[in-house]
């Protein structure tokens, strides 16, 4: 069989937003740190940028550990391990050093293949998680991951990016504060999505 007829689209985002609302005060958190750096944009944009570099991808990692322990039934002790949250933090910072670049000038150049790029690469905060793997490792095995299934990783991404899009229209055209919230709302959604979409690839 196909891994493209094993991965279940729907599902995927019905039970991501079951496990959204469940654990919706475990999450919320980290959606709300995640959508900090980039209201420093509006203030400052070195600012902005160096918060984005540091943190970024060290709180997306700590949102995925919190998706994964809380789909798992799993006790979330990342915090009693100061090596583990080290490392954490440093892959977290490589990531956001080789990622996020890429991600923004293939946006500004052209909006369709940043949208791909994250497709390849979603699944690497969840593989930093899960198999304790260096950044660059964790990338390439997302790579992989989704090999067969582009599509629907594609769609998926496109749905995000349109999300996040929402939320950048909110804080830049209405009222700053409403697109920080909606950032930080629908933020630990789509990773609890992502992560329905990994469960499905590791276990089928």
Request: one cysteine or more; aromatic letters at 18%; a positive charge.
């Amino acid at each position: 069989m196909r891994k493209t007829e094993r991965l279940d689209f729907i599902n995927a985002f019905e039970h991501g937003w079951i496990q959204y609302k469940t654990n919706f005060t475990k999450h919320i958190g980290w959606g709300l740190a995640i959508a900090v750096p980039p209201v420093f944009f509006h203030f400052n944009i070195t600012a902005g940028v160096i918060l984005t570099l540091i943190f970024e991808g060290f709180l997306m990692i700590m949102l995925a550990n919190s998706v994964i322990c809380s789909s798992q039934g799993l006790k979330n002790d990342i915090f009693s391990s100061p090596r583990l949250l080290l490392n954490c933090f440093k892959n977290g910072f490589l990531i956001s050093i080789l990622l996020f670049p890429l991600l923004t000038i293939s946006f500004v150049a052209a909006i369709i293949p940043s949208i791909a790029i994250f497709s390849i690469f979603m699944f690497t905060f969840f593989i930093i998680v899960r198999k304790q793997s260096f950044a660059v490792d964790a990338m390439v095995e997302s790579l992989r991951k989704g090999n067969g299934c582009r599509l629907p990783l594609f769609l998926f991404s496109f749905i995000f990016y349109a999300s996040a899009a929402l939320a950048l229209f909110l804080a830049q055209w209405i009222f700053m504060p409403l697109g920080f919230i909606v950032g930080a709302l629908i933020t630990p959604y789509f990773f609890t999505v992502i992560y329905e979409f990994y469960y499905q690839l590791e276990t089928k």
